[in-house]
């Protein structure tokens, strides 16, 4: 399974949209890209997946560019309670594999 | 449905004791498996099953042993407990075979080794 690169934190104002990069390079043509998110100490919460395509659902959106070595997850209207660990995770197998992630803190 | 349970939600063992956390799912998935996460660091497998019977090792399994004897049901046996062990076990649970997959996790188990 591909590795991943995340930032180790972010910030962001509330209200404004929260882009979260994700740089993975060493993907392969049917390894899927997924984000998870871990609110306190609370287990992982699917976001959303997309293979090459930009996705969309009612929490965020994934833009995943041409060539598939780096995507970007998209909070559009970001509020206190997104604040949460964020991890990008490629793979196609069943197992994930989870990196260390994106700390996001979302700021009245 | 109560989607991915885990119990105990808290535990403390000494040192060579060894125990069973439960995991269970009413979902119907195929696929379980278990992860570690120590203080300021992200999940690690330990253990994983694609079915009933099947079972594989993941990134971190010494020290661990799982079985499947039915879907719902996942356990993770301690054999001889050690301090290094000490950390927070979520479950998580997905859909049979496929290249989608969302996974669901259990609220987790804290344990805490002496």
């Known amino acids: 399974d591909a590795k991943t690169t995340q930032p180790p934190s972010m910030d962001c104002a509330e209200g404004r949209a929260a882009n979260l990069p994700c740089n993975h390079s060493?993907?392969?043509?049917?390894?899927?890209v997924y984000w998870y998110r871990q609110i306190h100490s609370q287990g992982p919460q699917y976001i959303i997946h997309?293979?090459?395509n930009n996705e969309t659902n009612e929490m965020a959106s994934l833009i995943i560019t041409e060539d598939r070595k780096s995507s970007t997850l998209i909070l559009p209207h970001a509020t206190l309670r997104d604040t949460a660990v964020y991890y990008c995770?490629?793979?196609?197998?069943?197992?994930?594999?989870f990196g260390t992630g994106t700390r996001l803190q979302v700021f009245p | 449905n109560a989607g991915v349970t885990q119990t105990p939600k808290f535990q403390v063992l000494k040192t060579g004791q060894s125990m069973t956390l439960q995991c269970a799912q009413d979902?119907?998935?195929?696929?379980m498996s278990w992860y570690r996460q120590d203080p300021g660091m992200g999940l690690r497998l330990i253990h994983y099953?694609?079915?009933?019977?099947?079972?594989d090792q993941g990134e971190v399994p010494n020290g661990y042993n799982v079985s499947r004897s039915t879907t719902e049901d996942f356990p993770l046996r301690l054999l001889s407990a050690a301090p290094s062990q000490t950390s927070v076990y979520f479950c998580?649970?997905?859909?049979?075979?496929?290249?989608?997959?969302?996974?669901?996790f259990g609220p987790g188990t804290r344990l805490t080794v002496l």
């Open positions: 995770i490629v793979s196609r197998r069943d197992k994930l594999i």
């Open positions: 997309g293979l090459k």
């Open positions: 099953s694609v079915g009933a019977g099947i079972t």
């Open positions: 979902m119907n998935h195929e696929y």
């Open positions: 060493t993907i392969s043509g049917n390894e899927y």
């Open positions: 998580a649970s997905g859909k049979s075979l496929s290249s989608y997959n969302e996974q669901f």
